[in-house]
């Protein structure tokens, strides 16, 4: 079994910055994506950025230059850093790992608990 635990929300003024963590554990083979996702009230779900196995970094048109991904595979763990926070960035931010417990074993998506960020105008 993988858990996916998220750290790092709060309230901060706009302007503010904040950072969130991410980390799997649990049975591990590999990870593939790590991403993080947020939902606003009344809305859907959205990806906000994405880090692959092998460097490649992928980001919502609304938060390039604003937000960093980063990894530590070796920890199993990804970071968003949040700067310039904009109060339409308040959200429940959820992270993912597509993990593989085993070496012949299928990718398997796990979802965290989501962190929730205010940014307050």
């Known amino acids: 079994q993988v858990r996916v635990v998220e750290s790092g929300g709060g309230l901060v003024q706009a302007g503010g910055s904040l950072r969130l963590s991410c980390a799997a554990f649990?049975?591990?083979?590999?990870?593939?994506?790590m991403g993080w996702y947020r939902q606003a009230p009344g809305k859907q779900r959205e990806l906000v950025a994405v880090?692959?196995?092998?460097?490649?970094?992928d980001y919502a048109d609304s938060v390039k230059g604003r937000f960093t991904i980063s990894r530590d595979n070796a920890k199993n763990t990804v970071y968003l850093q949040m700067n310039s926070l904009k109060p339409e960035d308040t959200a429940d931010y959820y992270c993912?790992?597509?993990?593989?417990?085993?070496?012949?074993?299928?990718?398997?998506?796990?979802w965290g608990q989501g962190t929730q960020v205010t940014v307050s105008s």
């Open positions: 993912n790992a597509d993990v593989r417990a085993g070496r012949w074993s299928s990718l398997r998506t796990y």
């Open positions: 649990g049975s591990i083979f590999s990870i593939n994506a």
């Open positions: 880090s692959i196995s092998g460097g490649n970094t």
